[in-house]
């Protein structure tokens, strides 16, 4: 019993240090120290284990990482732990190679970048709960060694490397495996629950179908197909008096003749992109009717991204939460008086029946001047708490950037002009209050997009407690699976950074017929009073859309109360 014991505990510790095994030999401490906790068993026999320490020298860590044999003081745990020992060695001499080009690979971060990064309150954070369980030899809590290791490997002549990163910590390393437990604990369990609150929506939905009426969409028009309105681009300029220089922009204006107004639709591209990732969009609206509107958000786009990674320019900071929605009062107040003094085009837009639809950060900058108030008072709050949401939420980095806005900011950037939102994974679970009570403030029709695999925004904490918090009536839920925070964005040239396939997921040019055949249905029903598009606004139409590799789900309706039933069904089952 002891024995098997003793294997559970071992073979517990090495699933959680197996990505520091291989890199032993760059480590400059003499000894890596294993802290393991208590062990409590009542079955089959009532057992008490009380905590001890294992204490492996370098290098002998340094012999088993590189030759795979275990040295001396290996040979106790070894004698108990045979299976286990064999297992660890065949896996390293197959990843030997891979392993040994992953350590040495450079991260071409810039210094100052990773400086800004480590003093940032989100950055804080990670560092701090990492340090918890990478902790020194004197038991301390890690993140300052951590952070020095950091600053002092990102300055070698080669570059921040995984083994000049851990070259740099100084003195022992002490791992605190009962944090790594609990880290590790909390980690599986928020991701089980988003995977069975995601699957149970998604069957609702599908349910939902059941009671809808049976229409046959193969007699409607197609609303994936290009309209057979011809439609001019033109680019010019406008200028947000709080940037330091103008902005670009592309109008998408169609060719309609009489008195009817044009209606509107402005598209906000998210980070790191810029005013060509929605041309697919612009164009497929523009050539049904509306006149689409592109800006160019700098200092948030592909250009600053450039600038960052290559050392020229600093993170993307607070303001930018402010710019972005300015940037749209800015620009339609510039169009209105451009465009109203052009004896072509006079009194043909519809400036007060606006439609936003945005991506990303662009989401959040949809929301905002759709009338979701911020709340900086409560993210200065959330973002300073000691919690694993910024290890499991990449868009949290971004949104606590705003904790250093002055408190005078107007927290309201709505634009009275826009009386339609969609919101394509958008960034909101922190900036408008962590209870999202700002989106409760939005009065028009809304729709919000989520992705089963979007790891920058994910489907949770962005885009499904956000959705519950609307209160406007007309508002709905859109899921896409297998889609990601880049299922829905153009490949462009000025975008230079290359993303793994595996971020990307499918084919995005297979996701973009969902979006437009969705966002003109909802464009055409609450910009144009076309009803006769409503069907096209439910379970039944995407089920009639849906192709492999994607599947997408709608819901128009969704409370707390259905969230916590099904967390609570869950857990009843596995008891």
Not at 263 to 273: A, K, R
Not at 494 to 505: T, W
Request: one cysteine or more; hydrophobic letters at 40%; proline letters at 6%.
């Amino acid at each position: 019993m002891k024995q098997q014991l003793l294997r559970l505990i071992f073979s517990l510790g090495l699933s959680i240090l197996s990505p520091i095994f291989s890199p032993i030999p760059a480590i400059s401490a003499e000894q890596i120290i294993i802290a393991i906790p208590d062990i409590k068993l009542k079955d089959p026999v009532e057992l008490n284990l009380k905590s001890f320490q294992i204490k492996i020298p370098v290098k002998s860590l340094e012999n088993f990482a590189k030759e795979g044999k275990y040295t001396d003081e290996f040979n106790f745990y070894s004698e108990l732990l045979k299976e286990e020992i064999k297992e660890l060695k065949r896996l390293l001499k197959k990843q030997k190679k891979g392993v040994s080009e992953l350590l040495q690979k450079p991260f071409n971060l810039d210094p100052s970048v990773v400086e800004t990064f480590m003093e940032e309150p989100a950055g804080k954070d990670i560092l701090k709960r990492l340090g918890e369980i990478i902790q020194t030899g004197e038991n301390e809590n890690g993140s300052e060694a951590i952070k020095k290791s950091f600053q002092l490997a990102v300055a070698e002549p080669d570059g921040l490397t995984i083994i000049n990163l851990l070259n740099k910590f100084p003195g022992d390393i002490f791992i605190e495996l009962q944090e790594g437990v609990n880290l590790v604990n909390e980690l599986n369990k928020r991701f089980v629950e988003e995977n069975i609150i995601l699957t149970e929506l998604q069957r609702q939905a599908e349910d939902l179908a059941l009671a809808e009426k049976k229409r046959n969409f193969n007699s409607f028009p197609d609303l994936r197909r290009p309209g057979n309105i011809i439609w001019k681009k033109q680019s010019f300029s406008f200028r947000n008096p709080n940037r330091e220089r103008s902005s670009p922009v592309n109008i998408y204006l169609p060719n309609i003749f009489g008195n009817k107004l044009i209606p509107m639709v402005v598209i906000s591209h998210g980070l790191g992109s810029d005013m060509n990732s929605f041309v697919y969009l612009a164009e497929h609206l523009a050539s049904h009717g509306f006149a689409v509107i592109v800006p160019e958000h700098i200092g948030s786009n592909a250009e600053k991204i450039e600038k960052i990674f290559a050392g020229f320019s600093g993170p993307v900071d607070g303001m930018a939460f402010i710019n972005r929605p300015l940037d749209i009062k800015y620009l339609l107040d510039e169009i209105e008086e451009k465009i109203g003094s052009d004896p072509i085009w006079q009194g043909k837009l519809n400036f007060q029946n606006v439609g936003i639809i945005g991506q990303s950060f662009g989401g959040y900058t949809a929301l905002s001047v759709a009338g979701a108030p911020l709340n900086l008072e409560q993210l200065r709050k959330d973002c300073q708490s000691e919690d694993t949401k910024f290890i499991l939420n990449l868009s949290l980095l971004l949104q606590c950037q705003m904790t250093n806005l002055a408190a005078e900011i107007t927290p309201n950037l709505a634009d009275e002009r826009i009386k339609v939102v969609i919101a394509i994974n958008p960034i909101s679970s922190l900036v408008f209050g962590s209870d999202n009570e700002g989106l409760s403030k939005i009065k028009v029709p809304a729709m919000i997009f989520a992705s089963t695999e979007d790891f920058f925004a994910p489907a949770i904490p962005e885009q499904i407690y956000p959705f519950i918090s609307l209160t406007t009536p007309e508002k709905y839920l859109v899921i896409s699976e297998p889609g990601t925070h880049f299922s829905f964005i153009q490949e462009t040239e000025a975008v230079s950074i290359e993303l793994p396939k595996k971020l990307i997921g499918p084919d995005p040019n297979l996701a973009y017929p969902y979006l437009q055949a969705l966002s003109l249905a909802f464009f055409q029903v609450y910009l144009q009073n076309q009803s006769q598009s409503l069907p096209y606004l439910s379970e039944s139409y995407l089920q009639y859309l849906n192709k492999e590799p994607f599947t997408f789900n709608l819901l128009k309706s969704l409370t707390e109360v259905d969230i916590q039933r099904v967390l609570d069904n869950f857990y009843e089952q596995v008891k």
